[in-house]
């Protein structure tokens, strides 16, 4: 139930809470240390006074040394005390006979039995007792005479504590009403207080409110913000940098999309009202429904593509793993693209170490698309009469696939987006020649993600790489 109560409360009202707690805490403690330290003081006082009359009673005492001197200790002792009207004193003989008393009954007979033989000093017990209401704080003790045969005699002297308890009560009472106001005004203060150390998160809330889909590239200021805070919104900024990253990605996606989806649906549509205007033979209508079946088959591998990226972008890419080896899959590859690349008269090439076991574990099917994907785009771009080099290289922990094909140099400002969906580096040669819509790239960068690998791209005098690193043991 506190712990609810506790989520419920604001941040504010959570530190004002603690401080005026932690205030109440220290003043109590503080008030209770006043109270003992001062308790301790009028004990110590009484002590003093009491010490002071009781040696002074110790000295007549001792001198007793005959019957006459007994008889005297009660106008010896009496004109010693006398002055002294806050004092009870209570002195008797071994026999229990009363030589000098104020008041026997306000002495406990306990104590007085009980008294202990002993030296008046400093460091003796007080006693605290009530009686009639009253309280006294005292000291008690038996004292020797100079003849053992009057001896001892208990002498009991004590204090009325009323008007050390009255301003006690009055102290403590005032300490108290002083600690209520202080932890009240801490509460203040302490709201005070947090409320405007809590002003730079407040602005920051504000400045966030203010940001929406059409303001992504503002930022939180960090001038002005504590350092406590500033991790934070430092934090805060790289989330919008991101977001405004992928949002300016997602809608060059949709326009991309709309673009190469608007293509292939125009030419449908005009074919299919231009079939439609008058009447025609079988073979119009057979040679319309083949062009809009190739016009199908796009849409259908751009959905298809498109799915499969979607997929892979949630961690669903592989569908299974095996061992794969890299040598027998790329001879394959090369097997399947002979015919054409005969055509152009490109050659392929494979560069490993023989003695080397070139497996990995991982989507044998799903490498393969990747490694086609890049041949089929190092065909499209190589230049006639040249070769197509795929080079395996082993390190500790990687296998490293390097796909090399002579060219045309690719500019440095378009090789960091070869691998985003729908970009071609020659938009001049799109759909002129077959090519795809543009996928296949990031088809291989999701592919070899999903296997915890990277690819890299790069261009120089002609010669164009691709680089594929892959763990040694793909998970």
């Known amino acids: 139930m506190n712990a609810c109560f506790l989520q419920q409360l604001s941040l504010t009202a959570r530190l004002s809470l603690f401080f005026t707690s932690l205030a109440c805490v220290v003043l109590l403690a503080l008030g209770w240390l006043i109270g003992a330290s001062i308790e301790t003081h009028f004990e110590e006082q009484d002590r003093h006074a009491l010490s002071g009359k009781l040696e002074l009673a110790q000295h007549i005492i001792e001198r007793v040394d005959n019957a006459e001197d007994v008889k005297r200790l009660q106008e010896q002792l009496g004109d010693a005390l006398v002055g002294h009207h806050d004092l009870l004193i209570h002195i008797r003989d071994k026999q229990g006979n009363i030589i000098l008393s104020s008041d026997e009954k306000r002495f406990p007979e306990l104590l007085l039995s009980e008294a202990p033989n002993q030296t008046v000093s400093h460091t003796m017990a007080m006693h605290t007792w009530q009686s009639e209401g009253q309280s006294y704080r005292g000291l008690i003790t038996r004292l020797a005479t100079k003849n053992p045969q009057f001896s001892p005699i208990t002498v009991a002297i004590a204090t009325d504590i009323a008007h050390h308890q009255a301003f006690m009560k009055t102290f403590m009472k005032t300490l108290w009403l002083f600690v209520i106001v202080a932890a009240l005004l801490t509460g203040v ?30 930022r939180l ?11 934070l919104a430092h934090h805060l900024n790289q989330m919008l940098a991101r977001l405004e990253e992928a949002f300016h990605r997602l809608s060059d996606f949709s326009s991309d999309l709309a673009h190469e989806l608007r293509t292939p649906i125009s030419n ?53 793993q095996e061992r794969v080896d890299l040598r027998t899959e790329i001879h394959s590859l090369f ?23 070139w497996e990995i574990m991982g989507d044998r099917l799903m490498l393969r698309r990747a490694f086609s994907n890049i041949l089929s785009n190092a065909l499209r771009y190589a230049t006639a009469h040249t070769k197509i080099e795929v080079e395996l290289r082993a390190t500790d922990d990687q296998l490293q696939i390097y796909f090399n094909n002579r060219g045309q140099t690719i500019p440095a400002t378009q090789l960091s ?36 690998g990277q690819i890299t791209a790069r261009s120089e005098s002609g010669l164009t790489s691709f680089i594929i690193k892959l763990p040694a043991t793909s998970k």
């Open 417 to 452: 987006r070869l691998f985003e969906r729908f970009y071609r580096a020659d938009h001049a040669r799109q759909h002129a020649d077959g090519e795809g819509a543009g996928l296949g790239l990031a088809i291989v960068q999701a592919i070899v993600r999903g296997h915890a």
């Open 189 to 218: 203060l302490a709201w005070f207080a947090a409320s405007r150390g809590l002003g730079p998160l407040k602005n920051m809330s504000a400045r966030a409110s203010e940001i929406t889909a059409n303001k992504l590239n503002q």
């Open 221 to 231: 200021s960090l001038d002005s913000v504590p350092p406590e805070l500033a991790d």
């Open 268 to 320: 449908l549509m005009m074919q299919t009202q231009v079939s439609l205007t008058q009447t025609r033979d079988a073979a119009s209508y057979r040679e319309v429904l083949e062009s809009n079946a190739e016009e199908y088959a796009r849409l259908a591998s751009m959905i298809s593509d498109m799915l499969f990226l979607a997929k892979a972008e949630h961690g669903a890419q592989l569908v299974h």
């Open 335 to 357: 097997e399947y693209y002979e015919a054409l690349a005969e055509e152009r008269n490109i050659t392929f090439e494979l560069h490993c170490d023989e003695q080397h076991t």
